[in-house]
């Protein structure tokens, strides 16, 4: 027989809306969105983006990521530790939504971190119900029952009934999924006291029902179809009809276990004709196996083989599915590896680039560097020379040497010449800059230097004249 049909997710639903009731949650969608941009970047605004995130967290996981990173960069800006811990939490649900588990888990984590640094134990456990989900998902079923017991831990320090009554059915639920069903019944039970004790009619037709499961697997029937029985009365009360469709099922494989087939298969009737009211593709082949399970106990190969062959497609069309969704998540991550290694390649062509202009930027000032330590000696050396020719002189002029007017004459143009050739050297490049390197411009600015030397170099030999040549 199969195992019976467990509600087991509404629970971990119920928990990541318990912590996200601001004073917006009333407000529409557009309303906030219009708000949002109105606002300065301040603590109202990062107030509007949480009750967003609030508002997407069960309806478009792209958008819930746009608005949690929103969230989480204006909380990074205003220093608001805890608004960037919510913004954490609100981009790993993100993530769930998009089946990437691993970097889910990162931004859980990375959450649960904050929390023990600011001491909120309320974010806190609300981080383990989280990753509990995560490892249940993964089916690391020990890791997922530790993460929930942590958080059942917080809830009784913190008396949050609500909180601690969802952490116990989740831990119930996967201690059903691990076949122990007794402590399953331990825990689901002790959820239905909380549930019943703070009028939670959801959460308490929920925990009703998984009891039921957990009764059913012990073998307790009569219990198992007590608690349908009264889940079912509080989810037609609440118009649940995934509630109603799922414990429809359950009951009609517990008639079916207690040898009351007809009464199986008009359940099971019921069953089926609200869970194609809802399109709830899986519950149908839940269905049609437990009518084809019905038949054969009954007997009627004919019936039962109808129905197994239904519930074959059904599983096919259920698998086709989620291959379908597999495939386009492999397809969407791999075209988001493919844009981050071209994005790394552009990355580190844009770095090499970089290091090339870095490294001629440095060798183009090494060579300069090396070209003004080799002008500077040619200078020093031009500078040392004419001083040295004009102490010369002097020297000469105090011993009246007999020398000749046209060697005198010789010396001097020839002193006045390299010193006119210097001064071309060094203002050179300033000339350049000037002219534009134009030959006309650079002739005509080389003769002014020269019109200006010319007086100097006509007092100069008239002097050393006077002073070397004897009379």
């Not at 007999?402 to 050739?421: N, S, V, W, Y």
Request: charged share 25%; with cysteine; glycine share 4%.
């Amino acid at each position: 027989m199969k195992p019976a049909t467990t509600i087991r997710y509404l629970f971990a639903i119920t928990v990541s809306l318990l912590y996200s009731t601001k004073c917006f949650t009333q407000t529409s969608k557009d309303s906030l969105v219009n708000l949002l941009y109105t606002l300065p970047n301040n603590a109202s605004k990062l107030d509007v983006l949480e009750a967003l995130c609030e508002h997407y967290e069960e309806a478009d996981a792209d958008t819930l990521l746009f608005y949690s990173t929103m969230e989480y960069k204006l909380a990074r800006q205003l220093r608001n530790t805890k608004g960037e811990m919510s913004a954490l939490i609100d981009m790993g649900f993100a993530y769930v939504n998009k089946n990437k588990t691993d970097t889910a888990m990162n931004y859980y984590f990375q959450a649960l971190q904050i929390s023990e640094r600011v001491k909120d134990d309320e974010k806190g456990a609300l981080c383990y119900i989280r990753m509990g989900n995560l490892y249940r998902i993964q089916n690391n079923f020990d890791k997922a029952i530790e993460c929930y017991d942590k958080a059942v831990a917080f809830y009784r320090v913190l008396k949050n009934e609500s909180g601690l009554a969802s952490a116990l059915n989740n831990s119930g639920v996967v201690h059903y999924d691990k076949y122990d069903s007794e402590n399953a019944e331990k825990y689901f039970q002790e959820a239905l006291e909380i549930y019943q004790r703070i009028g939670d009619d959801v959460g308490t037709a929920d925990a009703l029902a998984n009891l039921g499961t957990a009764y059913q697997d012990l073998n307790q029937l009569d219990k198992a179809l007590l608690n349908y029985d009264l889940a079912q009365t509080i989810y037609e009360k609440i118009n649940s009809k995934i509630g109603m469709a799922t414990c429809l099922i359950n009951i009609g494989y517990v008639y079916d276990l207690l040898g009351k087939h007809q009464k199986a298969l008009e359940v099971q009737k019921k069953g089926l004709e609200i869970s194609s009211e809802i399109g709830a593709h899986d519950l149908i082949a839940a269905v049609y196996y437990g009518m084809g399970e019905i038949y054969k106990n009954m007997h009627n190969a004919d019936s039962s083989f109808r129905y197994m062959s239904l519930y074959a497609q059904y599983q096919d069309s259920i698998f086709s599915e989620q291959s379908n969704r597999n495939i386009a998540d492999m397809q969407t991550k791999y075209d988001t590896e493919k844009k981050e290694r071209e994005n790394e390649i552009l990355r580190q062509e844009k770095q090499i680039k970089e290091l090339q202009e870095k490294a001629d930027q440095e060798e183009k000032r090494r060579i300069q560097e090396e070209r003004n330590r080799r002008d500077n000696l040619q200078y020093s050396i031009i500078l040392i020379f004419i001083l040295a020719l004009l102490v010369t002189f002097i020297l000469l002029g105090g011993t009246k040497l007999k020398m000749q007017p046209r060697m005198i004459e010789g010396l001097i143009f020839f002193a006045f010449l390299i010193f006119f050739e210097f001064l071309l050297v060094l203002f050179d490049p300033y000339v350049d800059l000037i002219t534009g390197g134009a030959p006309g411009w650079k002739l005509l600015i080389n003769a002014l230097v020269a019109a200006a030397i010319f007086p100097l170099h006509a007092f100069f030999e008239k002097l050393l004249k006077r002073k070397l040549i004897k009379k």
